[in-house]
């Protein structure tokens, strides 16, 4: 069988989110664990997921089952360790389990990424729209539609 390109990306964002997927896995939140990869040439050049910055306490909710304030996501994760490397976010995708926020919507826009894969709607759309707005290509992709390539 012989893949057009288009395919091909298709198949790739379906393995990048099943990893972003994965990668969420290793957040400590209870309420929700969110996973994030950039990948840019077939590369992944930096990850991410949900907590508690570094040196705090692996602890995201409060003992009313609050997000502590403090708690970064993971989209500001992984640009943040692009921040600390040799690597540029410019063109790259980003991977993430579930749709960003507005605040990081920001922070992607500004990253130069060009593209943001999702698999989970958040009840908010406005990151979405913000995206869209910045003319980033935004890709849905529901994984219980689909068999594995």
Sequence with gaps: MIMDTAEKQAALDRRYIRMAGIWAENSYCKRRQVG???VKDKM????????TPSGF????EDENNITKPYVLHAEANAITKIARSNNSSAGA???????????????IIQAGIKRVVYSEHYRLEDGIDLMRRAGIEIVYIDLSEHTPI
């Design 36 to 38: 994030a990869l950039i």
């Design 57 to 60: 306490e692996n602890v995201c």
């Design 93 to 107: 995708t980003m991977y993430v389990t579930a749709s960003p926020c507005i605040e990081c919507a920001k922070l």
């Design 44 to 51: 992944i050049i930096s990850d991410g997921y949900n907590g």
